[in-house]
């Protein structure tokens, strides 16, 4: 049966990751969750309290990947940010509609590693592939 041009994108991710200036072949973004805190606050008369919306906080996010075992540097990031050094990264999200262009744009800001897991998978023809999944702490998230 020949391929139709429905075919071609039931199984095409519809979205781009940036990960610092290299784009990494994900295949599943976890929802970004968000929650806002509410502050009491008074108007110094003890009989009224006011809530005003707190700093909102992100919750993780997890990317599941795969690549190269020779191309690995989504753990070459892990690794310098489990032996404490400054491994912050910001990190863009395109979600593209089927026909390609650009629908809406996160970017997360000081991103930072928190949990990290692979699996070396051979293949065919002696080459190793990895898949990986990668949980990540954001700071602050901008939808452009």
Request: aromatic share 8%.
């Amino acid at each position: 049966m020949a391929k139709t041009e429905h075919d071609e994108h039931i199984f095409v991710n519809n979205f781009i990751i940036d990960m610092g200036g290299e784009q990494k072949h994900i295949r599943k973004v976890s929802p970004i969750t968000m929650r806002i805190p509410k502050i009491e606050t008074t108007t110094g008369n003890d009989k009224w309290k006011s809530w005003r919306p707190g700093r909102p906080k992100f919750g993780n996010i997890t990317f599941e990947g795969s690549e190269l075992k020779t191309d690995n540097n989504v753990e070459k990031w892990v690794e310098e940010a489990y032996k404490g050094n400054e491994a912050r990264k910001d990190i863009t999200i395109k979600v593209r509609n089927q026909k390609g262009e650009d629908v809406r744009i996160f970017n997360l800001f000081s991103c930072l590693p928190v949990a990290y897991s692979k699996i070396d998978l051979g293949s065919q023809g002696g080459a190793q592939t990895m898949h990986w999944v990668l949980e990540l702490n954001v700071q602050r998230i901008e939808m452009a």
